[in-house]
């Protein structure tokens, strides 16, 4: 194993549709990171629940914030950099996976609800259905000031949104 990673681990976070997974892959990639996809740890009945357009409660996404944030903790351990996906909406989710990574920080790919009703509606082959994303903005707490957090437009271009993270993320190296 090489040097430890002086970066951070990030989270990119917000509503469905706002591009955490396109976003979030392209930060990993200019970073030099592991990515990680939130989305893919949630358990079978998470999914089956969204799925069929019930939105999850903060006990069922509990145990599911409890194994990103210990992914993240795991390959931070090993020295990795890490970027995940997690829409993190409140605050207390947010403090959950704090808890696990004391040093993490936040990207809030903020939008606005005709462009995430718009996005999700054209999506193809995920659980999420576009009934859901009202849900997500009435549970939306955007990260404070006292939170290591960047909030960027979710409508500008991907490589944009990456230049302006990546420089964000990399003055707060260790």
Known sequence: MGEASTLPPVVVMGVAGCGKSAVGAALARALGADFIEGDSF??????ALMAAGTPLTDD???GWLDT???????RTARGAPVVATCSALKRKYRDRLRAQNPSLVFVHLA???ETAFRRVGMRKGHFMPTSLVESQFADLEPPSGDEAALA???TRLI???VSEASSYIR???K
């Open 68 to 74: 990103v944030a210990g992914e993240i903790a795991a």
């Open 171 to 173: 003055s707060r190296e």
């Open 152 to 154: 960027l437009d979710a």
């Open 111 to 113: 939008l606005d609800r």
């Open 159 to 161: 490589e944009n949104l």
């Open 42 to 47: 949630h358990p079978p009945e998470n999914v």
């Open 60 to 62: 069922n996404r509990a």
